[in-house]
């Protein structure tokens, strides 16, 4: 019932010639029965979703975009922010919220995170909250506890109503462009601790509409065992989704899976 989700976050790289030659790429090898099994998108730097919105909706790509973060507000005196707002004027579906690289690099709180999901969700964008624990939480083992947390602090201002709109990427911090990555073992019990928390605080109802996505080092060949796992619902790519043929090959997870799977 919940639909595969692969999104391919470039973080800053591709500049926009760069991502008009890459979306065509995604485009030429990806068909429409990929899209019938999988949802796809793709997160580009803000630079380059106006050009990545026209080659979409001029040749109707069924890939979807979105962008790597928002303002918590809808306009104003925001030197360097980017708004919710405009990125849905730009037919953007997706925002990614509370990135580790961004909790790191830009000090981003839980309050924050919260503020801008709220905001997401007043521009009709899907967002994307991402948790994780870093390598101490991991080696004390409280990185459940750790990451629950973070997301209970993180979702703070959202209702029951609006919990199972949102989408949530597990990123252990010590996986991101390390090339260390989760066993499925490791993702999918820190999928099963989410949703049942979810569960648990909103209902099951909501909890089994949640897509939960596992990013950190993902490549073509542990894509499909991260999928085989029943909680997690997609993945979050970074490096990799910038080779385009490496991305297909993610999408493609599917093939590789022996026996029946969602
Ligand atoms: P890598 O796939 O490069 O480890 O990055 C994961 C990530 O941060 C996606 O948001």
């Known amino acids: 019932m919940r639909k595969p989700l692969v999104a391919g976050n470039w ?9 008009i030659a890459h979306v065509q790429r995604l485009a030429f090898s990806l068909k429409d029965a990929d899209f019938d099994a999988l949802d796809v998108c793709v997160f580009p730097p803000f630079t380059d979703i106006r050009s990545v919105q026209t080659l979409v909706d001029a040749d109707k790509l ?33 925002v990614i919220i509370g990135h580790s690289e961004r909790r790191q690099f830009n000090n981003e709180s839980n309050d924050d995170v919260s503020k801008k999901l709220v905001s997401a969700l007043r521009n009709k964008l899907t967002p994307i909250l ?17 990451t629950l947390n973070q997301l209970g602090q993180s979702l703070g201002n959202i209702s029951k109503s609006d919990v199972s709109q949102i989408v949530i990427a597990y990123e252990p911090v010590w996986a991101i462009g390390t090339g260390e990555i989760a066993t499925p073992e490791d993702a999918e019990e820190m999928m099963s601790a989410l949703r049942n928390w979810l569960g ?5 109802s909501a909890a089994s509409k949640v897509r939960l996505l596992y990013g950190g080092s993902v490549k073509s060949g542990t894509a499909p065992g991260l999928m085989a796992m029943p909680n997690v619902d997609g993945l979050l790519v970074g490096g990799a989704s ?16 022996v026996g029946p799977r969602k």
Not at 11 to 19: G, V, W
Not at 76 to 86: N, R, V
Not at 200 to 204: A, P, S
Request: aromatic share 10%; glycine share 8%.
């Open 11 to 19: 973080k800053m790289n591709l500049n926009h010639l760069e991502a």
């Open 130 to 146: 991402c948790v994780g624990e870093d390598l101490t939480e991991r080696n004390n083992r409280t990185h459940i506890r750790f």
């Open 242 to 257: 910038i080779d385009p043929d490496e991305f297909v090959a993610i999408c493609r997870y599917r093939l590789a899976l």
């Open 62 to 94: 069924r890939i979807t975009y979105g962008g790597q973060d928002c303002a918590k507000m809808d306009s104003g005196a925001f030197t360097g922010q980017t708004s919710s707002t405009f990125l849905a004027k730009l037919g953007a579906q997706w």
């Open 200 to 204: 648990e605080t909103y209902g099951d």
